[in-house]
């Protein structure tokens, strides 16, 4: 598949998950947004807009907004569903916009203007993360922050999203996780200090292994998988997951990745 097709393969399955993943994931995923916010309103900034690269329904806007009230907070998104919900999100934001595109390279227009760059869980479904976190780190002006929270190759020892990974492997090749040591390096190369590389954990609960595989493959991650290879492939899949899950309500506590680096000058 080209790049092309991989990219309008996921721009769709993400566009068919959107109102599912408002639903569903932000309210579980907001501790980890509330860590990627909180790097960047802690400390000084200098002036600038906030980008959002792969901002989904822009859940980063209401906390980004609170800390920081008095700036342009910019979202970008692949998906047209995803932006959607993300400006009907940013209609009480006055400050706020919201534009379609791919954030794998970013536009010239952005280098150097940016007081911050955050995103949260976009970086690991870039087809080169390491080339994409060098991208935004040329976004930030002298002082800016970087604030990229995204999952790792390890997540937890056991839990949903472990076993969901062991079965969807045994059908579908692991991807080369190799950027996962890449970034530190491609963002000092950028002209970041890296500051932090930190692996926070949150409890997350799904109500039985049912409602989370379905989650996943509707309106989530899953999603363009399960379009791509059709009904009876995710039958199979759910099938066999939930015969490697317990019973009824299933709480973890899985660890993130976060990265937060410093342009000096
Ligand atoms: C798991 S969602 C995260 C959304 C939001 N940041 C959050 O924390 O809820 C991942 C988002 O990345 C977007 N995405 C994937 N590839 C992208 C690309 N190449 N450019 C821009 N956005 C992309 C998807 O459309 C999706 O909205």
């Known amino acids: ?3 092309e097709d991989r990219l309008a393969r996921l721009a769709r399955g993400w566009d068919e998950a959107a109102a599912g993943y408002e639903a569903y994931y932000v309210p579980r995923f907001a501790p980890w947004v509330a860590d990627a916010v909180a790097a960047v309103t802690a400390g000084p900034l200098p002036d600038g807009p906030v ?3 792969c901002c989904g329904t822009f859940p980063e806007l209401p906390v980004l907004a609170a800390g920081l009230p008095d700036r342009v907070v910019a979202g970008l998104d692949l998906s047209a569903g995803m932006v959607r919900l993300a400006a009907a999100r940013a209609s009480a934001c006055p400050r706020a916009t ?5 954030a794998s390279t970013l ?3 952005w280098t150097g203007r940016c007081a911050a760059v955050v995103s949260v869980f976009g970086l690991q479904q870039l087809p080169a993360p390491d080339a994409a976190i060098g991208s935004w780190a040329a976004a930030l002006r002298p002082g800016g922050v970087l604030s990229v929270l995204f999952w790792p ?5 056991d839990g949903p ?3 969901l990974g062991e079965v969807v492997h045994g059908h579908v090749p692991a991807g080369d996780d190799g950027w996962q040591d890449r970034l530190v390096p491609a963002l000092t190369a950028a002209g970041l200090v890296v500051e932090r590389d930190e692996r926070p954990a949150h409890p997350m609960s799904h109500p039985d292994a049912a409602t989370f595989f379905d989650a996943h493959t ?3 991650p899953g999603r363009p998988l399960a379009t791509a290879r059709g009904a009876a492939f995710v039958d199979r899949l759910r099938a066999e997951f939930l015969a490697a899950s ?3 309500v299933w709480s973890h506590r899985p660890n993130a990745r976060h990265l937060v680096a410093r342009r000096w000058d």
Not at 98 to 102: F, H, I, L, P
Not at 153 to 157: H, N, V
């Open 153 to 157: 190759r390890y997540t937890e020892a």
């Open 161 to 163: 999203f472990a076993r």
């Open 107 to 109: 536009s010239e227009r």
């Open 246 to 248: 317990p019973p009824g």
């Open 218 to 220: 509707r309106a989530g």
């Open 1 to 3: 598949m080209g790049d």
């Open 51 to 53: 980008l959002v690269p």
């Open 98 to 102: 919201v534009e379609q595109g791919d």
